[in-house]
């Protein structure tokens, strides 16, 4: 769909010179002398490369829509990740790359927002946190017990993360997929 560049939002996908980018900044510029425009930075939804680009508001871009549909995760093999539309049962098979460091935390079953365009994968997004049991942590050290202190402890998943002292193993606990940091003790 063609919108004027004065349009442009952050958040909106564009497809200009062939690729799609995802808007990160705008900022729509009135100089004093000359026409208005649209100041963008944007990061390539395939390669993350990142333009930035001068549009005038006179000028058409091309915004894309986007379908996030819910797909459950089923295995992976080698760099592969398979997945199933929920509503379809139809078989998907991303590269780990497209779902990046977050993959660790894929579990079987899991249900995944895959981003389509034109019913083409371009991206794959985690719930935003996941329970997990500790299998290992170690033991607390008698006076470190200060609350913005951390130990080493290990996921079911093999993950390692660092968690508060009070932490043992055997624990469930809920873990920030995006970044695999501790958010709290599973209750």
Not at 76 to 84: I, P, S, V, Y
Not at 125 to 135: F, N
Not at 161 to 178: F, S
């Amino acid at each position: 769909m063609k919108i004027s560049a004065g349009d442009i939002r952050v958040g909106d996908v564009l497809n200009h010179n062939g690729k799609l980018w995802v808007v990160l900044k705008v900022q729509h510029v009135k100089p004093g002398k000359g026409g208005a425009f649209a100041q963008t930075e944007m990061k390539a939804l395939k390669d993350a490369q990142k333009l930035n680009e001068r549009f005038r508001t006179v000028d058409t871009v091309d915004k894309v829509y986007l379908e996030d549909v819910d797909f459950q995760y089923l295995y992976r093999d080698g760099n592969d990740l398979f997945f199933m539309n929920q509503s379809t049962f139809e078989q998907i098979q991303l590269p780990v790359d497209v779902i990046g460091d977050s993959a660790k935390f894929l579990e079987d079953g899991m249900t995944v927002k895959v981003c389509l365009y034109e019913n083409t994968p371009i991206s794959a997004k985690l719930p935003p946190s996941v329970t997990l049991e500790i299998v290992e942590a170690e033991p607390v050290v008698k006076g470190q017990t200060a609350a913005s202190s951390y130990k080493p402890a290990t996921l079911s998943n093999g993950v390692k993360i660092m968690v508060p002292q009070h932490i043992e193993a055997g624990t469930k606990v809920i873990v920030n997929t995006e970044d695999g940091s501790y958010v709290e003790r599973a209750k």
